[in-house]
């Protein structure tokens, strides 16, 4: 009633407006002190209900004030809340067999192990069918940014960008985003919250590309931006031309184990070449291109390029007194 919601503000305002399970264990303490110095004066039947109200009910009578005063719950924001919902939300075993074109995309941040002030992101891309996997290095993490860097990837990959899934990035749900796959009609499509299984290729390939060439120092400004952007350009036509992976083919439960059948290991650009959803002109293409590359000479440009990034990594330049790169001979003799 009224008079229990009087005494029930005077002892809030008196406890600093802490919570509702708080304040009902500061109840008892402090309705004898008060009363002992005089402030209150109750009745047996308002001092009966003090002592036996819930949290739940002091809340509910709290919540005008809490109102008045600006001290509600704060609440989600109701754009990025629907944006969510609009994005429908897919998971590892919903894939099945896609033909190229399927995308899984992260950001892997190249922080040193602070996330303070700011630093470079990669963008990495990986198709669901043949596991090509693309980087690209990004000065920031922004939803601008990433939709430039779809623009490039139209350009170079084998394939056409037919859906794209991404966790609950900001960076990733979010209009300019949704715009975009519209306009393109990429089907997109979210991982489950704090999920990360639901993007499992693209979570392998963070560490088994990004991680295994860049490492985990921190890497800031320009600078770092283009010695990644170098180290990736050798790096994804080493990995989808060279570099043979292995692709999970079924699940099989045996009671509480599961029991997983791998396809036999391969290259993203063989496994391109015995898809029959790939056009012969872009199986031509991708032929005449590896005949063209020499992995002796990509993987000591790698090195190279790996020297570079490991300079500035957490030192923001290079190191002036570095000797002088190994030629290709002198590489190949070791």
Not at 58 to 82: C, V, W, Y
């Amino acid at each position: 009633d009224e008079a229990v919601q009087e005494v029930l503000l005077t002892m809030w305002e008196t406890m600093d407006r802490i919570c509702g399970k708080r304040l009902k264990a500061a109840i008892p303490s402090l309705l004898e002190s008060m009363e002992r110095h005089g402030h209150l004066q109750l009745d047996d039947v308002v001092r009966e209900r003090i002592l036996r109200i819930s949290p739940a009910t002091i809340d509910r009578l709290l919540a005008p004030k809490r109102e008045e005063g600006g001290a509600g719950r704060r609440k989600r924001k109701a754009s990025q809340h629907t944006l969510r919902n609009r994005i429908p939300v897919r998971t590892s075993s919903d894939w099945h067999d896609p033909p190229p074109g399927y995308l899984e995309v992260d950001f892997v941040a190249h922080c040193g192990g602070s996330m303070k002030g700011r630093f470079v992101h990669t963008f990495t891309v990986t198709d669901i069918a043949s596991c090509w996997t693309v980087c690209i290095p990004l000065v920031v993490r922004e939803q601008s940014l990433v939709v430039q860097a779809l623009e490039l990837l139209r350009g170079q990959l084998p394939f056409i960008i037919l859906g794209l899934d991404t966790d609950n990035d900001s960076a990733f749900i979010n209009e300019t985003l949704i715009a975009y796959c519209t306009k393109r009609g990429i089907e997109q499509t979210r991982s489950r919250a704090y999920r990360k299984n639901d993007q499992a290729h693209i979570e392998q390939k963070n560490g088994d590309v990004v991680r295994r060439f860049v490492g985990y120092g921190r890497l800031e400004g320009l600078a770092a931006a283009h010695a990644l952007t170098r180290l990736f350009r050798i790096a994804n036509t080493y990995v989808n031309f060279f570099l043979p992976s292995f692709k999970l083919k079924e699940k099989i439960r045996i009671g509480a184990k599961v029991k997983k059948i791998y396809e036999a290991p391969a290259t993203p650009c063989d496994r391109l070449l015995r898809n029959p959803r790939i056009d012969d002109c872009v199986k031509e293409r991708l032929r005449t291109q590896r005949q063209e590359l020499d992995p002796v000479k990509l993987i000591h440009e790698l090195r190279q390029a790996q020297q570079e990034v490991a300079d500035l990594a957490g030192l923001g330049f290079p190191d002036k007194n570095h000797e002088e790169a190994q030629t290709l001979e002198q590489f190949l003799q070791h």
